[in-house]
């Protein structure tokens, strides 16, 4: 790279490369510098992904109040997702008991650390 980088036109499409590679090099080489680093973030971006296709269709929602309410049953699936468990068995759970609930305790037994199929 370095020798290369001299031998190019800095305005040249390769030259722009190669300056843009030269100045992140540190950042590029961090994950050969350590063995707990991952080379790239997939599992990251995969995770934030469903957030970002949910922020885009609230935009299409009629009303703040659709939009919230759109916002709060993404939570929950999201919720459940984290906590192991298939999101349709778990709301399909939570529908059925939710009506019949009488106090705050029973609100915290739908919590999705306390399912039990």
Not at 54 to 79: C, H, M, P
Request: net charge neutral.
């Amino acid at each position: 790279m370095l020798k290369s980088i001299e031998q190019v036109l800095p305005k040249s499409h390769v030259g722009k490369a190669l300056h843009y590679m030269h100045k992140l090099w540190p950042k590029l080489t961090v994950y050969a510098e350590s063995g707990e680093t991952e080379i790239d973030n997939n599992p990251v971006e995969n995770a934030i992904r469903p957030l970002v296709t949910g922020r885009k269709n609230w935009l299409f929602s009629q009303s703040v109040k659709d939009a919230k309410s759109s916002a709060a049953i993404y939570s929950v699936i999201e919720t459940a997702k984290a906590n192991g468990l298939e999101p349709f068995e778990f709301l399909t759970h939570l529908f059925t008991h939710l009506p019949n609930i009488q106090s705050i305790e029973d609100v915290e037994s739908l919590m999705p650390w306390f399912f039990q199929k």
